[in-house]
Each structure stands twice: as structure tokens, then as C-alpha cells.
């Protein structure tokens, strides 16, 4: 099971790929995503988590589209100690939302062993710490 510390600093990895990869320093990001230099900094090191907010900030300024937003963005909501839930889960049935956990459990996955998550379609690829990959489909009849 990863610690909220290894979350945090696998997340700063991935962003400093994507500054690499656009050939920006973390101070044009600050900027771009009118951000404290120090914050972002806290934020790549791992001493911080990526709030929602602040992720989509991140997001917005490193121009992230598609997939590669929305891992972004999980990968932040990983770094949170306090479960969040998006906006469209609000006023969802608990047993929709809990769904997924629910599933989880039933297959003697803990939540906390996902490495990654990669959503595809209706296909959700769960890549665990061990590893090992678990695919599940959601299908509506």
C-alpha cells in the first residue's frame, strides 16, 4: 500500500515530465498557472499535495488535453488525503458511487494498491503496486 508521501512524490515525477517534455522551469509554470514558484516547487518535491483546484491550474497551464488531462488529474486527486469526489458524484445514489470500491473489495483489491488508472472508453485498466493489471468494463443495457 502506498503512503500519502509516495502518492505525492509519483505525482511530482509525473509533472516533471510534463515540464521536461514542454521544456518549461517551474517558475514559467508558476507563472502560467498564476501560482506561487514556491508552491509548485512543494508541490513537484512532494512535500505538498495537489489540491483540485491547484491541479487544474497545472493542467490548464502545461496545456494538457484528452487522456492525458484526465490521468493528470487523477494522479493529483491521489496526492489528497481527504477523499474528493467530482462534481458529477454530487447528488449520485452512495451505492453508484461506492460501486467501484465495492468491486474492489469483492476482488480482494485494496483501493490503495492502484498504481494507475487508465480509462479507455467503458474500459477502466487498474495497474497495481505488485505489478499486476486489472481491466474492468462498465456496460449499460
Known sequence: MQTALQFREKFGALLSGHLTKRGLGLRELARAASLSHGLVSDVKS???SAGADLAVKLADALHLEGQERESFLLAAAGTRTKDKLMKLSQGVAPELVNHLPLVLAA?????????NCQRTGNDLTLTLDDGSTVKATTQLS
Request: without cysteine; charged residues 35%.
Open 107 to 115: 476482488a480482494r483489491i485494496h483501493p490503495a494498491s492502484v498504481d
Open 46 to 48: 512532494g512535500r505538498k
